[in-house]
T-cell receptor, first 113, second 114 residues
């Protein structure tokens, strides 16, 4: 158990819908990262939050957004879903130093039908 | 921008064979290097990491990796693989400045034949 909790584990939804994925980082970790894993794109970095503030953006679509709350949990919002958004979405957390590895959650498998 | 190349996409070995998976990175500054493993249906778990010091690092489950700065490489090795090593292996890099995202390679799928 990595200490990073993601909910839900599985999500099936229709095209055009909006979903919210939730991540609770390890206790004490201030950084939260979101990654998308798909067969054709591999592991792609989406966005990084540190202590409530956005630190870096990767290949994140405009239809996607995220935030980190005062209790440090994070949510990834995906809207106007398309079939191609079907993927495994991972959250990872790390401490503030960056001198430790990132710990990954179990992921949320999103299927858009 | 950082990039990571894993040249072996799918490796098939018999049990007890030796393993070496290649990883090369591109980055102009000082980096941290990682190997993660993803067993079927599971999340990514850290095998080993390099921040500084001895370039030969040992990780869990008998894996080791060697950082060769001049070659921008961080190859993963294991002298004798087991069927339970069947998984996908990802090399990753981030900046040594701290709090930086990981950039992953495309992964190497390892299949061990009993």
């Amino acid at each position: 158990d990595s200490g990073v909790t993601q909910t839900p584990k599985h999500l099936i939804t229709a095209t055009g819908q909006r979903v919210t994925l939730r991540c609770s980082p390890r206790s004490g970790d201030l950084s939260v990262y979101w990654y998308q894993q798909s067969l054709d794109q591999g592991l792609q970095f989406l966005i990084h939050y540190y202590n409530g503030e956005e630190r870096a953006k990767g290949n994140i679509l405009e239809r996607f957004s995220a935030q980190q709350f005062p209790d440090l949990h994070s949510e990834l919002n995906l809207s106007s879903l398309e079939l191609g958004d079907s993927a495994l979405y991972f959250c990872a957390s790390s401490d503030w130093t960056g001198r430790t590895e990132a710990f990954f959650g179990q992921g949320t498998r999103l299927t858009v039908v | 921008a950082q990039s990571v190349s894993q040249h072996n996409h799918h490796v098939i070995l018999s049990e007890a064979a030796s393993l070496e998976l290649g990883c090369n990175y591109s980055y102009g500054g000082t980096v941290n290097l990682f190997w993660y493993v993803q067993y079927p249906g599971q999340h990514l778990q850290l095998l080993l990491k390099y921040f500084s010091g001895d370039p030969l690092v040992k990780g869990i489950k008998g894996f080791e990796a060697e950082f060769i700065k001049s070659k921008f490489s961080f190859n993963l090795r294991k002298p004798s693989v087991q069927w339970s090593d069947t998984a996908e292996y990802f090399c990753a890099v981030n900046s040594n400045f701290g709090n930086e995202k990981l950039t992953f390679g495309t992964g190497t799928r390892l299949t061990i034949i009993p």
